[in-house]
T-cell receptor
């Protein structure tokens, strides 16, 4: 079983739409969680950390459900510039496990 | 620029040759990670340093791969006797102890012909 499972998409949404990504993880001892954004042929860049209480940064909201072992990312009012691959990352001990990424394309 | 840097950005080599990549982390970060990423996949962990100590290595890291971080600052990743299957993006990330937030370098894209 993979450490992190993520729906690869692709998600194609119109500008202004709300889109949600989910990710599940297998190790209940995992301690930190993150969403990264990766543009084509570029390095991953930290979008936001995910806290147990949930957290919001502008149009982006991240949630963590430890009981069900999943994390989510909600993007409201999608912009063309949100088009990218979104990677779910789980930290267990000294290791970081990445999902395969979910591809998002925002269409004009 | 005070971010993570990697050199070279691109490397094309023939099968059987040795290659070495360099990563310069953010200066105050004591932890450094190497990852490999292929198309359509997320980054896969290769190895991890805390200061100059290599603390963990993935099973993916065969005997042909070696990494060093001699003074706890920059790190090198060497691949000996490259194979076509080694073609990938090699990413380096550094982080401080505080928040577990990794910052990635731009990567070295390796093509083995």
């Amino acid at each position: 079983r993979k450490e992190v499972e993520q729906d690869p998409g692709p998600f194609n949404v119109p500008e202004g739409a709300t889109v949600a990504f989910n990710c599940t993880y297998s190790n209940s001892a995992s301690q930190s969680f993150f969403w990264y954004r990766q543009d084509c042929r570029k390095e991953p860049k930290l979008l936001m950390s995910v806290y147990s209480s949930g957290n919001e940064d502008g149009r982006f909201t991240a949630q963590l459900n430890r009981a069900s072992q999943y994390i989510s990312l909600l993007i409201r009012d999608s912009k063309l510039s949100d088009s990218a691959t979104y990677l779910c990352v789980v930290n267990t001990g000294n290791q970081f496990y990445f999902g395969t990424g979910t591809s998002l394309t925002v269409i004009p | 620029d005070t971010g993570v840097s990697q050199d070279p950005r691109h490397k094309i080599t023939k099968r059987g040759q040795n290659v070495t990549f360099r990563c310069d982390p953010i200066s105050e970060h004591n932890r450094l990670y190497w990852y490999r990423q292929t198309l359509g996949q997320g980054p896969e962990f290769l190895t991890y340093f805390q200061n100059e100590a290599q603390l963990e290595k993935s099973r993916l890291l065969s005997d042909r791969f070696s990494a060093e971080r001699p003074k706890g600052s920059f790190s090198t990743l060497e691949i000996q006797r490259t194979e076509q299957g080694d073609s990938a993006m090699y990413l380096c990330a550094s982080l401080s102890g505080s928040y577990n937030e990794q910052f990635f370098g731009p990567g070295t894209r390796l093509t083995v012909l």
